[in-house]
């Protein structure tokens, strides 16, 4: 894709010095009693936020969800929305029926947000329904990233734009086009999508061709072919008060980003509604920010796992601090498990995480790699209780240089089906079997070694 263009420019302009930091250390623990839990009408009284975590621990593991949810006040005050419906959405066929479907209904605005937006295929078909809904009258933004979406025409966002879309590129590429917003090391990997503020959808699909097609589609097909269409990726769709929240988060941006065009405003709270069970927490990562949230809050999980710690990732090549609590788990008798790619539009960064399967394997921890088609998902699911789908990857760009958001969902209910989907990455992967890793060839060994250099630049 445009990843590896992206990078190029990113490393030409800017240099390296904005990808030295480290990313956010571990805190302990806080007190859990920091929790704000928001319903549809704006936050709830104590004793209501109290008895809303209290049912999701009545699904099971209560002691492992508190624990967890202790563990993710460490950096701060936490805010929680309850009510929410969560819905997994695996591969692009099924993510975009579900995105087409909330956007045919809208009555009042679509804000979209995606690194990657091309003009053709898939793309394509949205682009033509966002035209549709604006004739109606709806307002439609969208928010693009500049380097992300290069490889796409200019004349298709005027063109959008004419058509009475809000268009909008993040961090331009030329310094001159929007004066004072610059910044080419700095991008917007988020993938939002709210539609009324009542539907959100968040996680790692692009609006892009690759995701014409299931990754199922690529298992009968030669290896050679992994990278084409039919990726491997998951996203989330939000039905709840945590949907305008993901709005809000869009339109933050789009005011930073000085960007032209009416967003709509937001749903009055006595239109809202709390449509289902579940309790969200969304967590934005800005290069800006003291430390990098997301990061803080997959470690502070993991390094307080007990049961299981189960990670599908994209890219992988986070540093020793997160390996190193990958392993003490894995030897104080946690299920650690990971699926990641075998294949990878960018080989630098997938050797990168392979110079780390040594120590991991030793620990005790299971890797399995992804051949039949592109592993492009951001998943984890820890001690059946914690689970989060987002944008962002266990690598440098995404921890210290990247605008990310995930979303984590509490509660055994919704860890059972992030679980299974798991299982069913596992079970079409290839496992590394530690032996065979040893004996691999001094190429391989030489590759892993020069990609464990350059992964603070990656």
């Not at 209501?48 to 701060?76: D, F």
């Not at 592993?375 to 962002?392: N, R």
Request: proline share 4%; net charge neutral; with cysteine.
């Amino acid at each position: 894709m445009n990843r590896l263009l992206a990078l190029m420019i990113a490393a030409l302009l800017s240099g390296c010095a904005s990808l030295a930091r480290e990313p956010a250390r571990s805190l302990a623990p806080a007190d859990p009693a920091r929790v704000t839990v928001h319903g549809a009408a704006g936050p709830v009284s104590a004793a209501q936020g109290a008895q809303a975590i209290a049912e999701v621990g009545a699904e099971g593991a209560e002691g492992l969800l508190r624990r967890q949810l202790a563990v993710l006040t460490q950096s701060g005050d936490v805010d929680l929305y309850r009510g929410n419906q969560a819905r997994l959405l695996v591969d692009g066929p099924a993510t975009f029926a579900a995105m087409k479907a909330a956007m045919g209904k809208a009555k009042r605005r679509i804000l979209l947000e995606s690194y990657i937006v091309e003009d053709q295929g898939v793309a394509a078909e949205i682009a033509a329904l966002l035209r549709s809904k604006a004739a109606e009258g709806v307002r439609v933004a969208m928010l693009y990233d500049a380097v992300g979406s290069i490889g796409t025409p200019e004349e298709f966002f005027r063109g959008l734009a004419g058509d009475g879309i809000a268009t909008c590129a993040f961090n331009p590429v030329n310094p001159v086009r929007r004066p004072g917003i610059w910044g080419i090391s700095h991008r917007d990997h988020r993938k939002i999508l709210v539609v009324d503020d009542e539907v959100g959808f968040a996680g790692g699909i692009n609006i892009s061709r690759v995701y014409g097609s299931g990754s199922a589609s690529r298992r009968k097909a030669r290896a050679a072919d992994a990278l084409a269409d039919g990726w491997r990726d998951t996203q989330i769709e939000l039905r709840g008060p945590a949907a305008p929240a993901l709005a809000r988060l869009f339109e933050q941006t789009w005011r930073e980003q000085q960007c032209r065009g009416e967003l709509g405003r937001e749903a009055p709270p006595a239109v809202r509604r709390e449509p289902g069970e579940r309790i969200v927490k969304l967590i934005a990562s800005d290069p800006r920010d003291q430390g990098n949230r997301i990061y803080a809050a997959l470690l502070g999980a993991v390094q307080a796992s007990r049961r299981s710690v189960h990670l599908t990732m994209a890219y992988f090549a986070p540093g020793e601090e997160f390996v190193q609590a990958l392993a003490d788990a894995a030897r104080r008798g946690v299920a650690v498990e990971m699926v990641l790619p075998g294949r990878s539009d960018f080989a630098l960064i997938l050797h990168a995480g392979r110079s780390y399967y040594t120590q991991l394997l030793e620990a005790g921890v299971k890797l399995y790699e992804m051949e039949y088609a592109m592993m492009h998902a951001k998943t984890a699911v820890i001690d059946g209780v914690f689970s989060t789908v987002g944008s962002s990857n266990l690598d440098w760009r995404s921890l210290v240089s990247n605008n990310e958001v995930n979303a984590i969902v509490l509660g055994e209910d919704f860890g059972a089906q992030l679980e299974a989907v798991f299982q069913k990455d596992r079970a079409a992967s290839v496992p590394i079997d530690p032996e065979r890793w040893e004996q691999r060839g001094i190429g391989q060994r030489a590759l892993e070694c020069i990609g464990r250099a350059a992964e603070r630049w990656l």
